[in-house]
């Protein structure tokens, strides 16, 4: 197509300038026009027909046009499209999902009736990394891993720490939503049907949705499509983290906020106030939040994207109100029969069942171990090394086993 395109620019060119010598002559100037305008429609001709022959020309095309389409149709101004807006029109041409979670990958909602992988065997054939991992295994003449399967595929997840954007689409100016990022972009979709939330954890996000619903306009959600070279120090929520304790079903929540201690944000305590009122009443009982914290991230651009700040004054109790040498309101887990307290800033394991089961085998396995390799005398001492270790479940939790067996002597951790 490009050489006939050329060929009719040289054919127009000769015409117009046998048009322009021929102006004088007379007859000329009728037959030149009558030639040129031929030659175009047949340059035409060739072009369409190697349009309609050629789809990859043809689907090129439309992409061009609609190219230029979003082109006209960008806003004006200095900023044009932000990330959200971006997003929203690459969500606009996705098909869309009955289930939101899968906007950003997950597939809970396809899997929720019919799960998939019921036995080790499943994993080690179709689960993606798992078989990846049992292959190498294989490989190295080594036995398949083991696959420590939950009771249920669905309500684990006692752990959550969600961002909070604004809302794209038609929502009103504003508005802002809780959840997870949609896949390959920074807009926040909805996180509450997840399937693998735990009941209490879906019900608090709800609830948490429901009061920024109330408070639009006061309490500005975080753009998270700002490049993290810019430093904004614009007063936002960013985060949400929430932590269920099994035991009551209560929730602790953390409050990630742009800015530091000292600037007090009338928005951020009208929110904490609406959450959990200071004076509670008889008809307006706490029911629903554990406590409530407040992590002051302050703009950095060492910080990049990171969601916490790295300075351990960054974390403030807020509900329950702290008095002077009171104990900070941490959550409260028995695993495998030895109690723990999590802090807002300390790791937990996003499924506390399947950790259990992880202990257990790991005491089993010490036992054994230890049972092997004991001295003349039938007993030694034990001492375990655990790095990275948190609040100190896994070394902990072997060390309280190793004490209570009759065979063994002192345990150092």
């Not at 080690?124 to 696959?147: I, T």
């Not at 038609?170 to 802002?176: I, L, S, V």
């Not at 990049?304 to 008095?323: F, L, M």
């Amino acid at each position: 197509p490009s050489q006939w395109l050329r060929r009719g620019s040289a054919m127009s060119a000769m015409s117009d300038a046998r048009l322009w010598e021929g102006e004088a002559r007379g007859p000329w100037r009728r037959s030149t026009t009558l030639r040129r305008h031929l030659r175009v429609v047949v340059a035409g001709a060739l072009l369409l027909s190697c349009l309609l022959h050629t789809s990859r020309f043809a689907s090129g095309l439309w992409s061009v046009c609609s190219v230029r389409a979003a082109v006209a149709a960008k806003p004006k101004g200095r900023g044009g499209w932000n990330g959200n807006q971006r997003s929203q029109a690459k969500a606009d041409r996705t098909p869309p999902s009955p289930f939101p979670c899968a906007q950003w990958g997950c597939r809970c909602g396809e899997q929720r009736d019919d799960y998939p992988f019921n036995s080790s065997r499943d994993f080690h054939s179709r689960h993606g990394s798992v078989r990846a991992l049992a292959q190498w295994r294989r490989r190295e003449q080594e036995s398949p891993p083991r696959v420590y399967k939950a009771p249920s595929p669905c309500g684990y997840r006692t752990r959550g720490k969600l961002a909070v954007g604004p809302a794209a689409g038609k929502a009103p100016a504003g508005a802002a939503v809780v959840g997870l990022f949609r896949k390959g972009s920074w807009q926040v979709v909805p996180s509450s049907e997840c399937a693998v939330n735990h009941p209490a954890l879906a019900a608090a996000i709800d609830d948490f949705q429901k009061v920024m619903d109330g408070l639009r306009g006061v309490v500005h959600p975080w753009d998270h499509s700002i490049p993290a070279t810019r430093l904004v120090r614009k007063p936002a929520l960013r985060y949400v983290e929430m932590t269920v304790e099994r035991s009551t079903g209560l929730v602790q929540l953390v409050l990630v906020w742009n800015g530091g201690p000292d600037c007090r944000p009338p928005a951020l305590f009208q929110l904490i106030d609406t959450l959990w009122p200071k004076v509670a009443t008889a008809d307006q009982p706490q029911k629903r939040w554990h406590s409530i914290w407040v992590h002051w991230r302050e703009p950095s651009r060492k910080l990049q994207k990171a969601i916490e700040s790295k300075d351990t004054d960054a974390w403030e109790q807020v509900r329950p109100t702290r008095s002077l040498g009171s104990a900070e309101a941490e959550v409260l887990e028995v695993l495998d029969g030895v109690p723990f307290s999590f802090g807002p800033a300390s790791f937990q394991q996003g499924n506390l069942g399947v950790f259990e089961l992880i202990l257990r085998d790991m005491k089993s396995s010490l036992l054994k171990l230890l049972q092997e390799n004991a001295g003349p005398g039938g007993r030694r001492p034990v001492r375990l090394l655990e790095l990275c270790g948190g609040v100190g479940v896994i070394g902990l939790s072997l060390a309280h086993a190793a004490s209570g067996w009759a065979e063994m002597g002192e345990v150092s951790l």
